[in-house]
């Protein structure tokens, strides 16, 4: 396992308040260090001096070659409690809290201390996968398809999951030959399969499934080159593997509504091509919609990504904004509700140095908590230090700051990053193209679980699209370009993730 903790040097970010005040750069203190799946360094000493932490005793190891936590953060009653067990010969009083529940490592107690050592290679993990000897399970998927079809349907380019329902976007790639709709699987008693497809639009070309969204029983389908504005559409499951429609939202007055989605209990944003953001509330059916913009500005839309949480506070990823005054291309809008709307409460965008290709910073936002995660894509040779990958920002009151860059593994491209989804202490990352890797927060530190991989061969733009479960016990990963039997193209992957 790798770990990205952090630590203290200097580093910036900027913040520029809703309030249109110039940029100011705060000094942070930041570093990216990978370590063991340890907290502490090779010679036992501590990381942290500001925390009351054990070293491992002199002479302890790890297990079978593993890696060893060097330092266990204690307060006086358990450390004394340690004492007691390990004087006495009594149980050790802190077995259950050293197990970090993860399927390919091996936990234990020694000498007060606590150890994970590495799972031996093609152990198996979360039931169907295997463990690569580094503390990583490769866990492959549950493949659905689409329905044979004369016409090429771009299958699984919209993907969303919740709980035990999941969503495939499967709209068509061109308006003569247009078979527009989506599918949903859903996940009973554990095994996940293909329950329904939507009628679709076969006899005219209005782009249904090229962003979905679902939230409980409830499912918003993006069909934007609907009329001449676009629309959304939305269905709700009454029975298993029956969906029936329960509203349309549209006439906004911007064109392209629908191209992105976020949803989230009685809030429903929807993306649109020109350069606007609507939130709707009165669910099932939204009635009650409102158009939402930066302060001054209206979203340049090159690319939208958008995230919502517990319906009180809402973040826009645009990263169609232009590099200037020593700041990267993209910008982060987060937006809190007031009790009556959305109002603007910071954007964020990361310094740069000089120099072309500096890649997009936005590309993809996904939110937990007071979490925020943003993906970077490009090259970054010419640009700056901080770099490409998922830059995580820890809320504090009102003011964002970067905690930590999880960077872009040294066996994988550019791509890392395009896409994002948050679970309940846990990162789903998409991009590679290749796989998606699964992060787990432990002891404040992100460590590289799971790579979910297709079940066998690396088919072409595997995982430019993800979503994750609010448990972050489930996953879709699309596989948009993969190729079937005689008129079936492109796939979805469905994951369960316990133990990983």
């Not at 499967?170 to 030959?177: E, H, I, L, V």
């Not at 929807?270 to 953001?277: A, D, H, L």
Request: negative net charge.
């Amino acid at each position: 396992m790798r770990r990205f903790v952090v630590q203290g040097s200097n580093s910036a970010v900027g913040t520029e308040a809703s309030n249109g005040r110039p940029h100011l750069w705060l000094a942070l203190m930041l570093s990216l260090v990978v370590v063991s799946s340890g907290c502490g360094d090779d010679d036992g000493a501590p990381d942290d001096a500001g925390a009351d932490v054990r070293a491992i005793p002199d002479g302890a190891t790890p297990r079978d070659g593993g890696e060893t936590d060097g330092t266990v953060p204690v307060d006086a009653a358990t450390d004394a409690a340690v004492d007691a067990s390990l004087d006495d010969g009594g149980p050790d009083a802190r077995i259950e809290p050293c197990d970090d529940g993860l399927d390919c490592t091996v936990d234990a107690m020694e000498s007060g201390a606590c150890t994970h050592d590495f799972a031996a290679a093609e152990t198996t993990c979360a039931g169907s996968g295997t463990c690569d000897g580094e503390g990583v399970c490769l866990l492959p998927g549950t493949r659905i398809v689409p329905e044979p079809h004369t016409g090429e349907q771009r299958f699984s380019e919209a993907v969303a999951i919740d709980g035990d329902i999941a969503v495939i976007g499967a709209r068509a790639t061109t308006s003569s030959d247009p078979h527009d709709s989506f599918y949903v699987a859903e996940r009973t008693a554990g095994a996940w399969s293909r329950t329904f497809r939507s009628a679709g639009d076969d006899t005219m070309d209005t782009d249904l499934g090229a962003a979905v969204a679902v939230d409980g029983e409830l499912v918003a389908v993006g069909a934007p080159e609907t009329s001449d504005e676009g629309a959304v559409r939305l269905f709700r499951r009454s029975a298993p593997g029956v969906f029936e429609e329960v509203g349309v939202v549209g006439a906004m007055g911007s064109r392209g509504v629908g191209n992105a989605l976020a949803l989230d209990g009685d809030t429903l944003v929807i993306g649109t091509n020109q350069g606007f953001v609507h939130v709707c509330h009165g669910r099932p059916t939204f009635t009650d919609c409102s158009t939402l913009g930066p302060t001054g500005a209206d979203f340049r839309l090159s690319g939208i990504s958008m995230a919502v949480v517990d319906g009180e506070r809402l973040v826009v990823g645009d990263d169609g904004v232009s590099a200037s005054a020593g700041s990267a291309p993209g910008r982060v809008y987060v937006f809190d509700w007031d009790g009556t709307a959305f109002v603007e409460s910071a954007s964020i965008r990361v310094p740069m140095a000089s120099g072309p290709g500096c890649g997009a910073f936005a590309r993809s936002v996904a939110l937990d908590g007071a979490r925020l995660y943003v993906g970077r894509t490009g090259n970054f040779s010419m640009c700056d230090s901080l770099g490409g990958g998922v830059y995580v920002f820890q809320r504090e009151d009102s003011a964002f700051t970067l905690a930590t860059v999880i960077p872009v593994p040294e066996d994988e491209s550019i791509p890392f990053g395009f896409r994002l989804s948050a679970g309940s202490e846990a990162l789903l990352v998409g991009g590679a193209q290749t796989r998606a890797y699964l992060y787990r927060v432990v002891d404040g530190a992100f460590v590289l679980t799971a790579r979910l991989v297709p079940p066998a061969g690396s088919p072409s733009r595997f995982a430019t699209t993800v979503d994750l479960t609010s448990l972050g016990d489930g996953a879709i990963v699309s596989s948009a370009e993969e190729s079937g039997p005689t008129d079936v193209r492109g796939a979805a992957y469905l994951y369960t993730l316990d133990g990983v």
